[in-house]
């Protein structure tokens, strides 16, 4: 089975601009989950989304929205970028069977300048 | 609200000597703990997980306890090697909160040979 992929692995971004980044899940997997990872903050939940639904939301701002698809891919939005967006993107799948593991992509490396 | 903290967030051992690092998390319903490697520029990747209803769990090297009154867990390296050199993230899943893993801040673990 191919593995968690994301894309683009590297984004340069200005400030105030925004971007969009995907995520395909592990084939079956129905659920794909976001989370921000910075130096100081550690992994960051942003959110969940299961069969095209949000599930589950983190604590950040409404500038950082998602979405899913029918065939599972996820894509993640920021609008309105910030210094402070400068992150390692990952997401992760997981099967509907609770208590399984989640598979992490290799993320995507957000920079803005 | 939701909290997991581990500790230490660095530390230094021998090629050879155990290796322990500790988490707490807040919420009693939490009912999945699993612990990640992350390597250097790559994404993390499951090494043990844990549910509820045991309280310690082998494979090989490695062991994971559970101590739920105390909300306690904790992962054992023994006989720790070079390769073993990495940040090591536990997490905690609540069982009605789908896919969301709420991350502890890291362990830099670094084995001297």
């Known amino acids: 089975k191919a593995g968690v992929t994301q894309t683009p692995r590297y984004l340069i971004k200005t400030r105030g601009q925004q971007v969009t980044l995907s995520c395909s899940p592990i084939?079956?997997?129905?659920?794909v989950s976001w989370y921000q990872q910075t130096p100081g903050q550690g992994l960051q939940f942003l959110f969940e989304y299961f069969s095209e639904t949000q599930r589950n939301k983190g604590n950040f701002p409404g500038r950082f929205s998602g979405r899913q698809f029918s065939n599972s891919r996820s894509e993640m939005n920021v609008s309105t970028l910030e210094l402070g967006d400068s992150a390692l993107y990952l997401c992760a799948s997981k099967s509907t069977e609770t208590n399984t593991e989640a598979f992490f992509g290799q993320g995507t490396r957000l920079t803005v300048v | 609200g939701e909290n997991v903290e581990q500790h230490p967030s660095t530390l230094s051992v021998q090629e050879g000597d155990s290796a322990v690092i500790k988490c707490t998390y807040s919420?009693?319903?939490?009912?999945?703990f699993p612990w990640y490697k992350q390597e250097l520029g790559k994404r993390p990747q499951l090494i043990i997980d844990i549910r509820s209803n045991v309280g310690e769990k082998k494979d090989q090297r490695i062991a994971v306890t559970l101590n739920k009154t105390a909300k306690h867990f904790s992962l054992h390296i023994t006989e720790t090697q070079p390769e073993d050199s990495a940040v090591y993230f536990c997490?905690?899943?609540?069982?009605?909160?789908?896919?969301?893993?709420?991350f502890g801040q890291g362990t830099e673990l670094s084995v001297k040979p």
């Open positions: 997490a905690a899943r609540t069982y009605n909160q789908g896919g969301k893993l709420i």
């Open positions: 919420d009693s319903a939490s009912n999945y």
């Open positions: 084939s079956g997997h129905r659920s």
